[in-house]
């Protein structure tokens, strides 16, 4: 059924009317609507357009109907249709219309109603645009019927244009399939560069058009690092190290970028405990550049030097211990003086039995590295006093040397040995006991 609403034109008349219903097409959807004789607008009932009835005439014998939207008035296409020779028949109207290239010429009579189609010879019109930036691996969409993406646009058609890509070129030659991939309507890029595509818009009715489009597709993503760890460590005695080794770098475009990495490592202070970082960078050729700093930790361990006044203690038996740290001496390279940190460990000493022992010293710096260093001590027992022998006849006849209480030898009375102690006794004596005549007295 025609899917047309009416609205009666209010004009009355004298003279009675013939009700006659013109078929016409919806110049916008297509779908049938029906004209009432003396109807002053008319609705189509499928797409909701409405749209005005207007006749005027030339003459009397030739009326026009005219057609216009009230949505997107038109000035409509009215053509006059020859008088028709049959008589007493009058031409109605001839009433035409020119939507979305689309004219319909409808030719009424009191007869019969004819439609008559005339094609549009209009091709599509491309809006002027400017180069389109997308990144690599994005997918454009040229078709307007995907209007969020659409990338280019044509006017001065209203029927329905569709979209195909006849060729993509980059510097001046074909683009090969591994730098983008054309299909229908819209283009994959898969390589930065500056490409023209061409693009064939066509309408409904076969009518064409072909536009340069020129997009630059941008490299807007930046390599990456592969190997590279969280901290690095090193001691304080260390040299500067290789940061590149077993580090990589990589590009999705420009491919194995290893040889591009750069270090710096000016902020590091070698030999010096503490806390740095080290830069390390890389560029692709489109100037996408990655940057990451990595903690260096430099770390102290280098013990102190310890320098002692005495190493070698003598104490008598049962007696107080000596001052083991008087004129001891500590430094390190990051504390400075550490002498005020030097212990001295003499709990192996048995102050009470003579011997030999061994005393510890000791002294850590901030890091917990430490030097130790050994003193011997001695306990030295006291030395007995020699009882003097009973004076023999031998002695009293004059026949008398002397000893010393530590010495293996017998000497005159005056000897120069006798300075420290000098021990009475005869001669026989003397020498049962085993002492040997003095070389320098010749006691005999």
């Not at 008398?400 to 102690?421: D, F, M, N, P, Q």
């Amino acid at each position: 059924m025609p899917h047309g609403s009416h609205s009666k034109n209010e004009t009355s008349s004298d003279k009675p009317e013939t009700v006659q219903f013109i078929p016409l097409r919806c110049p916008v959807c297509g779908a049938d609507i029906s004209l009432k004789s003396g109807d002053d607008e008319v609705t189509c009932e499928y797409c909701g357009t409405q749209f005005l009835v207007t006749t005027d005439s030339e003459t009397t014998d030739e009326p026009l109907i005219r057609l216009q939207s009230m949505r997107n008035p038109v000035a409509v296409f009215a053509e006059k249709k020859k008088q028709q020779k049959r008589k007493a028949k009058k031409t109605a109207a001839i009433a035409g219309a020119v939507f979305a290239g689309l004219i319909v010429v409808s030719t009424i009579t009191a007869d019969k109603t004819v439609s008559v189609k005339v094609n549009d010879t209009t091709a599509p019109v491309f809006q002027p645009s400017d180069p389109i930036k997308v990144d690599y691996g994005k997918t454009v969409i040229l078709s307007q019927k995907k209007a969020d993406n659409a990338i280019v646009a044509v006017a001065d058609d209203k029927s329905d244009v569709s979209y195909t890509i006849t060729d993509v070129n980059i510097n001046g030659k074909k683009a090969p399939s591994d730098a983008c991939a054309p299909a229908d309507d819209e283009v994959t890029f898969y390589k930065p560069g500056t490409y023209e595509v061409l693009v064939k818009a066509s309408d409904a009715y076969g009518n064409a058009d072909t536009q340069k489009e020129t997009v630059i597709v941008q490299d807007r993503v930046s390599p990456e690092f592969a190997g590279l760890p969280k901290t690095i460590a090193l001691k304080d005695s260390d040299a500067k190290p290789d940061y590149k080794a077993g580090i990589k770098a990589n590009d999705e475009i420009d491919g194995d970028l290893t040889g591009s990495i750069q270090v710096d490592d000016s902020a590091v202070g070698y030999g010096k405990p503490g806390s740095y970082n080290v830069e390390f960078s890389v560029k692709d050729k489109s100037g996408n550049e990655t940057q990451q700093k990595i903690p260096v930790t430099i770390n102290d361990t280098t013990a102190p030097q310890l320098t002692l006044a005495v190493t070698s203690f003598s104490v008598a038996q049962g007696g107080s211990k000596p001052d083991f740290l008087s004129g001891d001496t500590a430094t390190d390279a990051n504390d400075g003086d550490l002498s005020g940190k030097i212990t001295a460990d003499d709990s192996a000493v048995d102050y009470n039995t003579p011997g030999t022992y061994t005393v510890v010293y000791t002294v850590s710096d901030a890091a917990g590295n430490k030097t130790t260093q050994n003193a011997s001590l001695t306990v030295v027992a006291p030395t007995p006093v020699p009882q003097a022998p009973a004076v023999s006849n031998e002695a009293a006849s004059g026949d008398t040397v002397y000893v010393t209480a530590t010495g293996t030898k017998y000497h005159r009375a005056g000897c120069r040995y006798l300075k420290e102690s000098s021990i009475a006794m005869s001669r026989s004596d003397a020498i049962a006991q085993g002492y040997t005549p003095c070389k320098v007295c010749n006691p005999g």
